[in-house]
């Protein structure tokens, strides 16, 4: 079994930054990966890092402004988010995967999410 709390989120304004956190708890994971759900829409792959770090993919709407890192002797995975916009105002989820993968379905374990809200 897994456990992730997030932590984090909030409210701030466009051009600001925020890091998320995502603690794990159980087992470690092939890869950790943080998704995205804004209100209405579907669940977005963000960004992913392999447990070694040598692996790390992101959406390509993200890649510049997100950077996803671990911390295995915490068994932490942060999200630093930098040049917020509107647009990035969505509930975001930590997930563990048995394979590195940018697929919501390879993901087998998920947090309870986390609230970033950026105002224009």
């Known amino acids: 079994q897994v456990q992730l709390v997030e932590s984090g989120g909030g409210l701030v304004q466009a051009g600001a930054s925020l890091r998320l956190s995502c603690a794990a708890s159980?087992?470690?994971?092939?890869?950790m990966g943080w998704f995205r759900q804004a209100t209405g829409k579907d669940r977005e792959f963000v960004a992913a890092?392999?447990?070694?770090?040598?692996?790390?993919h992101y959406a390509d709407s993200l890649k510049g402004r997100f950077t996803i890192s671990r911390d295995n002797a915490k068994n932490t995975v942060y999200l630093q988010m930098n040049s917020l916009k509107p647009e990035d105002t969505a509930v975001y989820y930590c997930?563990?995967?048995?394979?590195?993968?940018?697929?919501?379905?390879?993901?087998?374990?998920w947090g309870q999410g986390t609230q970033v809200t950026v105002s224009s």
């Open positions: 890092v392999s447990r070694s770090g040598g692996w790390t």
């Open positions: 159980g087992r470690s994971a092939v890869s």
């Open positions: 997930a563990t995967s048995g394979r590195t993968s940018v697929l919501t379905w390879d993901y087998d374990y």
